[in-house]
């Protein structure tokens, strides 16, 4: 694919940005849009146009078995005719007639990423792509060899860096073999994509350099990883309009474990790498400085709720938080207390994520009688002396 992909797919388009941006946003709109689109893609690129029509008449029966096949079929004509057949581990969704999302397994030839970078750069059936999702692999510089290879800038919504992002960025299970542990550079993502609104990245034990990038579009950034080496990466991103930051700290490494039986033990999960309020501060302060921020998350954690909790007092941030995510950490029953107590000092709280927390069904109850508030990921369950809270179980 690397060699045969042509530089520019389609030409350039001639409709108005505005028309472009618009569809990009407003995703609940109608298919008109993308009509209009294709009528101005009939000159430069007839078979992408009679794509898009084709996805857009397709809307009108979804439950179309039949349709559906014939509709794969025509992308599948369209992919090998104007780029040629995808290399393994790269996954293609489309949304009336365009690619809407690229996943990038780490197992990818290098010269394929670039191969399909390029393509998205260029336009053509990516040009309103809204996520990629881009496997890091376990060597050394791989993601900035591979965009330093890409020359030009895509108007990508959302992005996601790592390994185990492939469906939610919060399923994945750790395993020592999967680690990630090669240095790596995202300096050249913020270059290339540098209307990013959305970013989730899981560097594994890898010491990924992010540089100072200024983002003034990004809304919502996500550090998911179990191996939390220093969080000065994200103390470096300059996003003023942030809506959104959830870190994992870094301290449990096999909360809801996949194997059926394994109950990990508390209390040794407590006893390795544990973090306090003298390294979270940091985080804390960089949230206070992000006047738009709603959504905070403390993820992964399973340190003293009491000690940590004890400061939100002192932090504007939690003066205006909406939405506390506390995703795959451990809720004991000093934690509830602490967090009960705390309550006062979160007055513009609506929602507590608890996805996949390790606790039982008296803490959430108890947590949702002193909230009042939305707790998400939790599922009607039988009481049992530990639970991992789930919206998948």
Same mark, same amino acid.
């Given at each position: 694919m690397g060699e045969s992909l042509p530089t520019h797919l389609g030409g350039p388009l001639d409709t108005p940005d505005a028309l472009l941006e618009q569809l990009r946003t407003d995703?609940?709109?109608?298919?008109?849009?993308?009509?209009? $689109?294709?009528?101005?893609?009939?000159?430069?690129?007839?078979?992408?146009?009679?794509l898009v029509r084709a996805d857009c008449a397709l809307e009108a029966a979804p439950d179309d078995a039949v349709a559906q096949r014939k509709a794969d079929a025509r992308r599948a004509a369209y992919l090998r005719k104007h780029i040629g057949e995808l290399p393994k581990g790269?996954?293609?969704?489309?949304?009336? /007639?365009?690619?809407?999302?690229v996943t990038v397994a780490s197992r990818t030839?290098?010269?394929?990423?670039v191969a399909i970078l390029q393509a998205i750069v260029a336009g053509g059936p990516f040009r309103l792509l809204d996520q990629l999702t881009i496997g890091l692999q376990g060597r050394a510089n791989t993601l900035a060899r591979t965009l330093g290879a890409v020359s030009g800038t895509a108007p990508l919504r959302a992005i996601r860096l790592g390994q185990g992002l492939y469906e939610e960025p919060y399923r994945r299970v750790y395993d020592d073999f999967e680690r990630l542990d090669a240095d790596d550079d995202l300096t050249l993502v913020w270059e290339r994509f540098p209307a990013l609104a959305e970013v989730v990245v899981d560097p594994g034990l890898a010491q990924l350099r992010m540089g100072a990038p200024e983002l003034p579009a990004l809304r919502s950034f996500a550090w998911v990883s179990p191996y939390l080496d220093e969080l000065a990466p994200v103390?470096? &991103?300059?996003a003023p309009n942030l809506e959104r930051l959830?870190?994992?700290? /870094?301290?449990?490494?096999?909360?809801?474990?996949?194997?059926? /039986? =394994?109950?990990?033990?508390?209390?040794?999960?407590? /006893?390795?790498g544990l973090v306090? =309020?003298?390294? $979270?501060?940091?985080?804390?302060?960089?949230a206070d400085g992000l006047p738009r921020l709603t959504t905070f998350g403390v993820a992964n954690y399973a340190g003293d709720w009491a000690e940590l909790a004890g400061h939100?007092?002192?932090?504007?941030?939690?003066?205006?938080?909406?939405?506390?995510d506390l995703t795959r950490g451990?809720? &004991?029953?000093?934690?509830?207390?602490?967090?009960?107590?705390?309550?006062?000092?979160?007055?513009? $709280?609506?929602?507590?994520? &608890?996805?996949?927390?390790?606790?039982? =069904?008296?803490?959430?109850?108890?947590?949702?009688?002193?909230?009042?508030?939305?707790?998400?990921?939790?599922?009607?369950?039988?009481?049992?002396?530990? =639970?991992y809270v789930s919206a998948q179980e």
């Open positions: 995703r609940d709109a109608g298919p008109e849009g993308h009509l209009v $689109l294709a009528d101005a893609l009939e000159e430069s690129d007839p078979d992408l146009a009679a790269v996954e293609l969704g489309w949304r009336r /007639g365009l690619v809407d999302t030839a290098e010269k394929d990423k103390l470096r &991103l300059k959830v870190v994992w700290t /870094g301290q449990v490494k096999h909360v809801n474990w996949s194997n059926e /039986g =394994y109950e990990p033990e508390l209390d040794q999960q407590r /006893g390795h306090g =309020y003298a390294k $979270l501060r940091k985080l804390f302060e960089h939100f007092q002192a932090h504007p941030v939690f003066q205006r938080i909406e939405v506390l451990h809720l &004991l029953d000093d934690d509830v207390a602490a967090l009960i107590a705390a309550r006062p000092h979160l007055p513009a $709280l609506k929602r507590l994520v &608890l996805d996949d927390v390790h606790t039982t =069904y008296a803490r959430v109850e108890a947590l949702r009688d002193a909230f009042h508030v939305d707790i998400d990921g939790v599922e009607t369950f039988e009481p049992s002396q530990f =639970y």
